[in-house]
């Protein structure tokens, strides 16, 4: 058992399995610390693989972990399994239709996500049982990766601490590593309190929290002209203090959104954030308090790691889609403005091709197009270990995130194709690393390396409770 066909020949005996699971937790999609029911399907189908189980990982009470092997080294592969508000979509078509009226949708994939990095585990357990080698393999359940920052509250308490490398993927349009590219981002809530009065006949012995929160709002957007290039800083109102033009407004809440490139320069813009508002507070005569709600880190590169999982990509090959998974997804291209493909091939530095619906080849490392850069607590596991994201072809080309036309794809045969692909490149990952002592000590000393220069600071406060849910 030394050739590498045998991570891909591992998947296939236990991909019926975990495709089942996918679909499964598509038909129950559950949001933001709210996963009950995904985690329990995950953390059933570990327990019926033959996996350790720990679950309250870190205390939240729908995250999930499944250890296997023994001695040596520990990778961890990481899924989640949230859905989205408001993208309930019938599977398989290609037009709107909600399976319920206002309801949660996987439409950013993550049924996959989780499934296919335990398809992963699966075969890595099989391959370290069949040859003896120490080490152990870690399949981590992360809950609420859209707006909850799960894996930054994990890493911060802890779960990752015996962890050497870290492997994850995410669905896409295309298949290829990763840009290490994640923008840091603090998510903030502030809270103005003043003094409730007749807007008209006693106005000055009111204090407006509204006009605080508005003045905060004119602080801070005469502060982007001073802020460093790849910052984003927005906003919405929790709570605009009331309905009633007539009373001044005694209470106010905004939510601030503050993202950039470097963590550092993330953390210096917060300050600057804050300040902005104690200075709002202090021209109405109100008070402020500023809470951090969740914050996550930005990706620190692992070279080692990248070219580890390229070569794994390379060796595999493009996803297999065959003639009906064309079909479909010219179908759903139909339902795309010309922009929306335009703008997903420009990211492989690539002109959009008439004719091609899915990308069944491996997208070069580090192509060099147009970079539309989001934020994920996958950054915060960056910082603490050595890790490598693969992103694989689940969906036409163009297919926006976060849309109906994501959910729509999320059982179909594109999309159980491009989730066992996932898995056979993150399990190869794996296996490489374990197998290879030499490629590990490389990927570490490279990470401690690109730590010394920059220290990772835990965007979180030290007692920040993450905000999960009590269960019902
Ligand atoms: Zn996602």
Redesign the pocket.
């Known amino acids: 058992m030394q050739n590498t066909s045998e991570i891909p020949h591992l998947v296939e005996r236990h991909q019926d399995d975990l495709i089942g699971l996918a679909d499964r937790v598509w038909g129950m999609p559950e949001t933001l610390y709210a996963e009950w029911q995904s985690c329990a399907e995950h953390a059933a189908m570990l327990r019926a693989k033959g996996f350790r189980i720990t679950e309250n990982v870190a205390g939240l009470p729908t995250a999930v972990m499944g250890e296997a092997g023994n001695g040596g080294p520990v990778i961890a592969i990481l899924g989640e399994y949230d859905a989205l508000p408001g993208l309930s979509q019938v599977a398989g078509i290609d037009y709107r239709q909600e399976v319920e009226a206002g309801g949660n949708g996987h439409g950013?994939?993550?049924n996959l996500l989780g499934s296919a990095a335990m398809l992963a585990a699966c075969a890595v357990k099989d391959w370290l049982e069949a040859t003896g080698t120490p080490g152990r393999v870690r399949y981590y359940g992360c809950p609420a990766?859209e707006g909850g920052a799960a894996k930054t509250f994990m890493v911060r308490d802890g779960a990752f601490d015996d962890v050497d490398a870290a492997i994850t993927w995410?669905p896409s349009c295309f298949t290829r590593v990763d840009d290490p590219l994640a923008l840091a981002n603090t998510r903030m809530d502030f809270t103005f309190t003043g003094r409730a009065a007749h807007a008209a006949a006693s106005p000055h012995l009111g204090r407006s929290a509204l006009d605080a929160v508005e003045l905060m709002s004119v602080g801070v957007n005469y502060m982007r002209e001073h802020m460093v290039q790849d910052a984003r800083i927005h906003y919405a109102y929790l709570d605009a203090g009331g309905k009633a033009p007539n009373v001044v407004q005694s209470t106010a809440r905004v939510r601030y959104s503050i993202r950039a490139l470097k963590l550092a320069d993330m953390l210096a813009l917060v300050e600057r954030v804050r300040k902005v508002a104690e200075g709002a507070a202090l021209m109405t005569e109100t008070t402020v308090e500023a809470r951090v709600f969740t914050a996550v880190s930005n990706h620190l590169e692992n070279l080692t790691m990248d070219r580890a999982m390229q070569a794994a990509l390379d060796e595999l090959g493009g996803v297999p889609f065959d003639e009906e998974d064309r079909a479909y997804a010219r179908r759903i291209q139909a339902t795309l403005s010309a922009q929306d493909i335009a703008t997903e091939w420009a990211i492989v530095a690539r002109e959009p091709e008439p004719g091609v619906e899915l990308c069944d080849w491996v997208v070069p490392m580090r192509p060099g197009g147009e970079v539309l850069i989001g934020s994920t607590d996958v950054g915060d596991v960056t910082w603490k270990v050595p890790t490598t994201e693969v992103l694989v072809a689940t969906c036409a080309i163009g297919t926006p995130?976060h849309s109906w036309q994501l959910t729509a794809q999320g059982k179909s045969g594109i999309a159980h194709k491009g989730m066992v692909h996932a898995a056979k490149a993150m399990g190869r990952v794996a296996q490489m690393l374990l197998a290879d002592p030499a490629l590990l000590a490389e990927a570490k000393a490279e990470h401690a390396r690109r730590l010394e220069k920059t220290p990772y600071i835990c965007p979180l406060p030290a007692d920040l409770p993450a905000p999960i849910l009590p269960r019902p």
């Open positions: 950013c994939g993550h990766e995410h995130f």
